[in-house]
């Protein structure tokens, strides 16, 4: 326990740029949401290389409800380390990719408004990513709802507030499910008598499998299932990312929906492993369905920020996967999954959006020819599209190969099965890099699309280029952080790794 609030700081420096900008002049907000921004990512990284393989520990504890034994409890594991550096990452590189783009002529809530809520929403999923008690981050995974939807409905296309209206009742619904599980748990609790909902002792009760624990497990996968997005409960993300702006749709999809299989982790497998175990054959199927299913939807999709969504859901489905294959390597990549997804799908959006901005349509028939033009922007498309689709030498490609090596070691034929997935995402990211870059340009194109990147778009994207290619070729610190968390959940959930006949023969 330490006496300075070291992750607390973490969260509510956001909090303070939101103070500032709404404050400030709306010429200032940009610069000062762009500072608090580089200034969290500059404290994240100090923990971050202070914690020193965890040496340091950086956990915080006060009594909140303890007659429900609810506490304010952070804590700061592998799992928690790499979202946060995920999330510090993203938002200056979003509030970058926006700073051009003139939301005080067109929208009430102007630019001050836009920068607040990226803000809001880093801090509400910093908190979430650093709670280490049940009903704290039951609260923090609601309260993103809030500056989400304001983004989406506020600052996005002509059907923004239909988009970001399914989006809130979809959060809403999944969050009241939510909340009947956790009034489960804490009626488990209380009736173990010893009453806490901290996740290590929660871990530690061991729930007795019954029809209740069942039902309260399954109430928690729908509703995090639902954040992830999950077929068939996915249908809010296609059209929130087609009306949302670049910048939105990369904060949600590269942050905001990792929250859901986040908690399964830290909730459905540290807390109910039995029940894991039990629902593990059927969320394997659901996670093959959502594999196929978005990759199939995204080769026949027509708009291009639909595809992206669609895409989305088939990498969701191999982060749940791995997961409930529960296997050392299988856990530590879909970990490794989550950063790597946020990284490159977050570049693919804002990528094509900048393309979008200048054509004026989002539509896949309205390009062609790209390349010949702009060739910064097709070259930054590719990268970032073969790294969505995992090709050797990017992150994405270290994540995807744990996460089917180690579902092999169990399930050797949903593996195999799996393995196809990864076919239909070449086809759909070849395809559509075909169909917008290569090829003469029509006049249309050539007019509107006048210019390649600037400077500023180049900044945008660089990092996360950057980022997915060094983990890429060097994903050891990355792993070796994941490490421990993995053990720790293999031990609760009380699972070992298979031993190959070759392993068995060799002892």
């Not at 202070?50 to 804590?75: C, H, K, R, T």
């Not at 408004?113 to 039951?138: H, I, K, N, P, T």
């Not at 949600?252 to 175990?277: H, N, Q």
């Not at 969320?283 to 027509?302: D, H, K, P, Q, T």
């Amino acid at each position: 326990m330490m006496a300075f609030p070291f992750l607390s700081v973490l969260g509510l420096l956001p909090l303070v740029g939101v103070l500032l900008t709404c404050l400030s002049k709306p010429r200032a907000a940009k610069v000062l949401g762009l500072v608090t921004a580089l200034v969290t990512l500059a404290y994240a990284a100090g923990l971050i290389a202070w914690s020193q393989g965890f040496e340091q520990i950086l956990g915080e504890q006060v009594d909140w409800l303890p007659m429900i034994g609810s506490s304010y409890a952070l804590n700061f594991d592998g799992l928690s380390l790499v979202m946060v550096a995920l999330t510090v990452l993203l938002v200056p590189v979003v509030l970058i990719a926006e700073w051009r783009s003139d939301w005080s002529a067109d929208h009430r809530l102007g630019q001050r408004g836009f920068v607040a809520m990226v803000l809001l929403v880093e801090c509400f999923a910093l908190f979430s990513f650093l709670s280490f008690d049940l009903l704290l981050f039951y609260i923090f995974f609601e309260a993103t709802l809030i500056p989400m939807y304001f983004l989406i409905a506020g600052w996005g296309g002509q059907k923004g507030r239909q988009a970001g209206v399914k989006f809130l009742i979809f959060g809403l619904a999944g969050g009241l499910i939510m909340l009947f599980a956790v009034i489960g748990v804490i009626a488990l609790s209380l009736g173990s008598g010893d009453i806490s909902l901290n996740f290590a002792d929660l871990s530690a009760l061991q729930f007795a499998s019954t029809p209740v624990t069942k039902l309260i497990f399954i109430c928690f996968f729908i509703a995090f299932a639902m954040k992830a997005p999950m077929f068939p409960v996915h249908i809010w993300l296609p059209d929130a990312a087609e009306q949302s702006s670049a910048g939105t749709t990369a904060l949600l999809v590269g942050v905001l929906d990792k929250l859901g299989t986040f908690a399964m982790i830290r909730v459905c497998l540290g807390v109910f492993p039995e029940e894991s175990a039990w629902a593990s054959p059927v969320i394997m199927i659901a996670a093959l369905v959502s594999i196929f299913y978005g990759a199939f939807a995204a080769i026949g999709s027509r708009n291009l920020l639909r595809l992206l969504a669609y895409t989305s859901i088939s990498h969701f489905g191999f982060i749940v996967l791995g997961i409930f294959a529960v296997t050392s390597a299988s856990i530590s990549g879909s970990i490794f999954y989550m950063v790597n997804h946020g990284l490159a799908t977050g570049a693919l959006f804002l990528a094509i959006g900048y393309l979008i901005s200048r054509r004026g349509s989002a539509s896949l028939d309205a390009y062609g020819g790209v390349a010949k033009i702009a060739p910064l922007a097709a070259g930054f498309t590719l990268v970032a599209g073969l790294a969505s689709c995992a090709l050797p030498g990017t992150s994405s490609f270290v994540s995807e190969f744990l996460v089917v090596a180690g579902v092999w070691s169990r399930h050797p034929v949903i593996a195999g099965v799996a393995v196809l997935g990864t076919v239909v995402a070449a086809v759909y990211i070849l395809r559509t890099y075909q169909r917008l870059m290569t090829g003469e340009p029509s006049t249309e194109v050539s007019q509107a699309i006048d210019k390649d990147l600037n400077w500023r778009e180049r900044i945008a994207l660089i990092p996360l280029v950057l980022a997915f290619l060094v983990l890429g070729f060097w994903p050891q610190p990355a792993l070796q952080v994941i490490e421990p968390t993995t053990q720790y959940y293999m031990s609760v959930a009380g699972a070992t790794d298979p031993v190959s006949d070759l392993e068995e023969g060799g002892r």
